[in-house]
């Protein structure tokens, strides 16, 4: 039994190698997709959920002495970009672990699982 | 009874029972801090009052009680958390509950605790850590020591883990089944780290460091106690008994190390081979084995040999192909390469040292290994150069000792 569990939030930041997007718009993709996001409805845990433009229409802004200024792209200019995320309320990390397992994307990319303050 | 008898209660009591105290009161409150503190809290209580009052009948049901209620206490004046003192009064304040703890009962919360610090979410030197500290006993500052690290670098790996355990959500549970066999796995294979660093040092002075070796000895036999029907967890137990019980006989006098076949097997603790060949005996009769069963019946070919020459090494080569089912690696090839050379001659093995050699660039054992066999096959020069590439990668000062005699005496001939 686990006495102490209490559902916790955790945002998945699931990110890739972009140059490989095609694999997750491909038929096999898609219906893994679908079948992963059937699985959390059933489960009851998703909270919110979002896919991103490619990282090449991010802007990003930093404020240095009370100047703002922007830059083209994203904060971190890494070959795998975040291209979309979930927020899921679950029973413990290992459920977290689970459901971030199931995601497509997993198999050639990765899902970070953040809990949320 | 005198101070000294005391003493000695409470020191037993600790080794019994720290570990008990500390994983009811997580189970209980969910604060590992908590737990840790007011475990501590009631042995320096026992060490205050039992002069006074002598040692309970159950220090055991006795230090579990105060520990308790001591938490109680913490979490009244600090006001905090209604479930967590919800779920502690439910047990405290029953006089009833008030030692009536079965010494013997089931652990489960020992080996929630166990599964715990061994999740796959840590990293592997904090799981190792975590074990000691909530399990053992184990300070801050010795864990420090045995892993040669600064106090303070050991006290933010153990707070970052906790604190992961709690802001993650890790569960403080035994697996479910599904998971079970993998998590058990891990939780045997940070018991053989622990071992394993200690009976061959990776860095310091001696070649081994007997405090780690010590612990993970306790651990593993915690571990077998826990986890009665698993037959892995019997099978580790006998593999670290095997080894520790020719420990004695490894290093020499000038601190270096003793190869196997020069150990004084007269020294080695027949008693304690014996208690290990037994408890493997009871792991194999599950019919189950595994990397620790195959590892530790190796282990006992040669800890039953009266002399080197009466080892079955053909049999040794057959445990190590069976054995490398289950763990494919080349740093058990080589291993088995050993056995080759030993069973077949130095030739074969050295062809056998050659086709995975590729794999183990950098391996500070794979020249020592090497050099072993040319000088076994009479190839002097050839050993001398191997001897020269080991003592540059030597991990501790007992190997390199060892090497630079066998270099000497190539030399001298």
New interface residues.
């Given amino acids: 039994?686990?006495?102490?569990?209490q559902p916790?939030r955790?945002l998945l930041l699931i990110s890739a190698d972009e140059d490989l997007a095609p694999e997750i718009v491909s038929d096999e993709g898609l219906h893994r997709f679908h079948e992963w996001f059937a699985d959390l409805e059933r489960r009851g845990v998703l909270r919110a959920h979002e896919g991103l433009h490619p990282s090449s229409t991010a802007t990003t802004v930093r404020v240095r002495d009370g100047e703002v200024l922007r830059t083209d792209g994203p904060f971190m200019e890494t070959k795998d970009q975040v291209g979309g995320f979930a927020l899921i309320e679950c029973?413990?990390?290992?459920e977290?672990?689970e459901i971030a397992a199931g995601h497509p994307a997993a198999r050639f990319g990765q899902v970070e699982?953040r809990?949320v303050r | 009874m005198n101070d000294a008898d005391v003493e000695a209660a409470v020191a037993a009591a600790f080794r019994d029972e720290w570990g008990r105290i500390v994983a009811t009161l997580i189970?209980?409150t969910?604060d590992w801090d908590l737990a840790e503190e007011c475990a501590a809290d009631a042995f320096a209580a026992a060490l205050e009052t039992w002069p006074r009052d002598g040692v309970p009948d159950r220090p055991g049901a006795w230090l579990t009680t105060t520990a308790r209620r001591r938490a109680l206490d913490r979490l009244r004046r600090a006001k905090a958390g209604a479930v967590k003192l919800r779920?502690l009064a439910a047990t405290a304040d029953e006089p009833a509950a008030l030692g009536t703890e079965p010494p013997d009962g089931p652990d489960d919360d020992r080996l929630r605790l166990l599964y715990t610090c061994c999740?796959p979410?840590l990293a592997k030197e904090a799981q190792v850590a975590l074990a000691l500290r909530t399990l053992t006993g184990l300070t801050t500052a010795e864990i420090a020591r045995a892993f040669l690290v600064p106090e303070a670098t050991m006290a933010k790996r153990l707070v970052r883990a906790k604190r992961k355990i709690r802001?993650?959500?890790?569960?403080?549970?035994v697996?479910p089944p599904d998971?079970l066999p993998a998590r058990t796995g891990a939780v045997l294979g940070v018991v053989y780290l622990l071992f394993n660093e200690g009976y061959g040092a990776t860095s310091g002075d001696g070649l081994m460091r007997p405090e780690l070796t010590r612990e993970a000895l306790r651990l593993a036999g915690l571990v077998a106690e826990l986890l009665p029907d698993e037959p892995e967890a019997l099978g580790l137990l006998a593999l670290l008994r095997l080894h520790d019980a020719r420990a004695a006989t490894r290093v020499g006098a000038d601190g270096a190390l003793v190869p196997l076949e020069e150990q004084d097997r007269g020294r080695w603790d027949r008693a304690e081979i014996d208690a290990a060949v037994d408890l493997l005996r009871r792991a194999l009769d599950r019919e189950r084995p595994g990397p620790y069963q195959l590892q530790a019946l190796i282990a006992a070919c040669h800890a039953v040999a009266a002399r080197p020459e009466d080892t079955d090494w053909p049999r040794i080569v057959r445990l190590y192909d069976q054995l490398l089912e289950y763990t494919p690696t080349p740093v058990v090839r080589l291993n088995r390469a050993v056995a080759v050379a030993m069973a077949d001659g130095p030739a074969a093995g050295l062809a056998q040292v050659d086709a995975v050699a590729p794999e183990l660039a950098g391996y500070p054992l794979l020249p020592a290994t090497r050099a072993d066999l040319l000088r076994r096959a009479g190839r002097a020069d050839d050993a001398a150069t191997q001897y020269r590439a080991a003592l540059a990668v030597a991990a501790n000062a007992g190997e390199r000792r060892y090497l630079a005699r066998r270099l000497a005496e190539l030399d001298d001939r």
């Avoid at chain 2, 802001?167 to 549970?173: E, L, N, Q, T, W």
């Fill in positions: 039994m686990d006495t102490m569990s916790t955790y029973a413990g990390l290992d977290a672990v699982i809990p | 189970a209980r969910g779920l999740h979410a802001v993650a959500g890790i569960p403080y549970r697996p998971q």
